[in-house]
């Protein structure tokens, strides 16, 4: 698959801070069972923490990218970064579209899954990782699409322990 020639995919950069926390807060309330913060938490975050998180996506072995449309907004995201407890696997985070930018037909979320897989594949890693909201049927119809199947393994969700965050894995041998 690749990404149709209406939108880029781009790296985020240690200086895109406001884009990042402008399409942060728009994630936050378009979707906030799919992330472990609040719409008000990140709000009051100040340009430290924002400068912070371009710092951190930026690092040899984490990747932020974006989706941008013909006009130059940003209208998805993808990041990535290592595993804490398993070797060789990746961890795929902050997945999102904007509602108006969603669709099979319109390939956003496909093209930057392949940019992130490829790089992935690139750094030698045997598997993509990610948790999913049990409540979020879509996100895993899109990921069980791709390849990802459930590990079997659940973590209580952050900000609501009686919600679950199931796993799902790819492996890219």
Known sequence: MSMPTEY????????????????????????????????????????????????????????????????GEWVGTMLSAPNRTQARALDLIGVWVDPSHRGRGRGVADGLLDAVLAWARVRGAGRML????????????????????YTGESTPYVLDASARILEMALPLG
């Open 8 to 71: 880029r995919v781009e790296r985020i950069g240690r200086a895109d801070w406001q884009r990042l926390r402008a399409v942060r807060l728009a994630q936050l309330l378009d979707t906030p069972l799919a992330f472990g913060e609040t719409h008000e938490a990140a709000g009051r975050h100040g340009e430290g923490e924002w400068r912070a998180r371009c710092d951190w996506l930026n690092e040899p072995d984490r990747l932020g990218l974006v989706a941008v449309d013909a006009a």
């Open 130 to 149: 990610l948790g999913v909201h049990e409540a979020n049927p879509r996100a895993a119809a899109f990921y069980r699409r791709r390849g990802f199947a």
